[in-house]
């Protein structure tokens, strides 16, 4: 399948602090139904519904050190344009620090740039995992 370099086919997003029952109420509180579909001591893979549409979720904790969890939706939700709106509305919803790839991924990009919003949600541009 082609598509172009800047279409976003995935959302992914790093909260820190986070715990997995405060996910899933937020998740919860956005789609019309979610599934736990697997729930281990670190990855719980779920399933979550919007318009009729199932999107496979994974959610990672400790995925980065002791603090940052990652949320993976494997397919980009109709509720975000881009990872920063999804991190700007688990942010808002949690008032949690999350983290957001700068831009999407292209070939020869700087993937270690990332935006992060603190728990005010002010916006910084750091780079990762450097940081």
């Known amino acids: ?17 986070l715990n997995f029952n405060d996910m899933l109420k937020w998740l919860s509180d956005r789609f019309e139904q979610v599934d736990i579909i697997n729930q281990g001591k670190v990855v719980h ?9 199932k999107i496979p979720v994974m959610v990672t904790e400790k995925a980065f050190g002791k603090a940052w969890a990652s949320i993976w939706f494997k397919i980009k939700p109709e509720s975000w344009s881009s990872d920063k709106a999804c ?5 808002q919803y949690c008032q949690c620090r999350v983290r957001f790839n700068a831009s ?3 070939q020869g990009e700087n993937m270690d740039e990332w935006c992060q919003l603190d728990e005010q949600g002010k916006e910084s541009l750091i780079e ?4």
């Open 45 to 53: 893979d779920l399933e979550v519904y919007s318009n009729g549409c």
């Open 1 to 17: 399948m082609n598509t172009p370099m800047n279409t976003i086919e995935d959302i992914e997003i790093y909260t820190k602090n």
């Open 87 to 91: 991190a700007q509305d688990i942010n």
């Open 104 to 106: 999407p991924w292209q």
């Open 128 to 131: 990762w995992p450097n940081q």
